[in-house]
T-cell receptor, first 111, second 114 residues
Framework: TQLLEQSPQFLSIQEGENLTVYCNSSSVFSSLQWYRQEPGEGPVLLVTVVTGGEVKKLKRLTFQFGDARKDSSLHITAAQPGDTGLYLCAGARQAGTALIFGKGTTLSVSS | GAVVSQHPSRVICKSGTSVKIECRSLDFQATTMFWYRQFPKQSLMLMATSNEGSKATYEQGVEKDKFLINHASLTLSTLTVTSAHPEDSSFYIC??????????FGSGTRLTVV
């Protein structure tokens, strides 16, 4: 059973389009994190959301944490080829415990 | 920010041999480190939680006798893949959590068993 359900698993879009990636769970998380990973490298943290209902923006990326702290979303506006990569959501059930990852979303943005 | 150094970045070994992967926290002390495995086009799967000075806690389905974890100091955890076989070929990633900087990941080790 996957603790964090991430969708879609694959996404191929044209430059300039918008997209949203979802991360859902039936469990409550103390925090959820979004990472981006390039091939052959470790994941790099994009953002951490902690408070239910929280919204964070990072340039063209908008992150939301659900009110009940069970789900999160990543929205990219006007996608660019440089956004291509693997996006991962991850959560810790309790502070200090291991991060559990969703299955990831492989994004391909073509020009 | 916190830095986690992982070595080697790539290793090729013969089937039946053992391989050690090191994970170091460079500028902070990590009482707990985490080891993950990632197969091609898949996400990170937690293998074990490494605790300084005590036995590691393994996830269900991970063979503790095959994947030996040692966390002898506050800055170093090692993962030894014993009697490696081709199916152990994967990308192994360590992580450490610092109270100030949160979770930090190493750059990963690509293990190929031939």
């Amino acid at each position: 059973t996957q603790l964090l359900e991430q969708s879609p698993q694959f996404l191929s879009i044209q430059e300039g389009e918008n997209l949203t990636v979802y991360c859902n769970s039936s469990s409550v998380f103390s925090s959820l994190q979004w990472y981006r990973q390039e091939p052959g490298e470790g994941p790099v943290l994009l953002v951490t959301v902690v408070t239910g209902g929280e919204v964070k923006k990072l340039k063209r990326l908008t992150f939301q944490f659900g009110d009940a702290r069970k789900d999160s979303s990543l929205h990219i506006t006007a996608a660019q080829p440089g956004d291509t990569g693997l996006y991962l959501c991850a959560g810790a059930r309790q502070a200090g415990t291991a991060l559990i990852f969703g299955k990831g979303t492989t994004l391909s943005v073509s020009s | 920010g916190a830095v986690v150094s992982q070595h080697p970045s790539r290793v090729i070994c013969k089937s039946g041999t053992s391989v050690k992967i090191e994970c170091r926290s460079l500028d902070f002390q990590a009482t707990t480190m985490f080891w993950y495995r990632q197969f091609p086009k898949q996400s990170l799967m937690l293998m074990a939680t490494s605790n300084e000075g005590s036995k590691a806690t393994y996830e269900q389905g991970v063979e503790k006798d095959k994947f030996l974890i040692n966390h002898a100091s506050l800055t170093l955890s090692t993962l030894t893949v014993t009697s490696a076989h081709p199916e152990d070929s994967s990308f192994y990633i360590c992580s450490a959590r610092d109270k100030n900087y949160g979770y930090t990941f190493g750059s990963g080790t690509r293990l190929t068993v031939v």
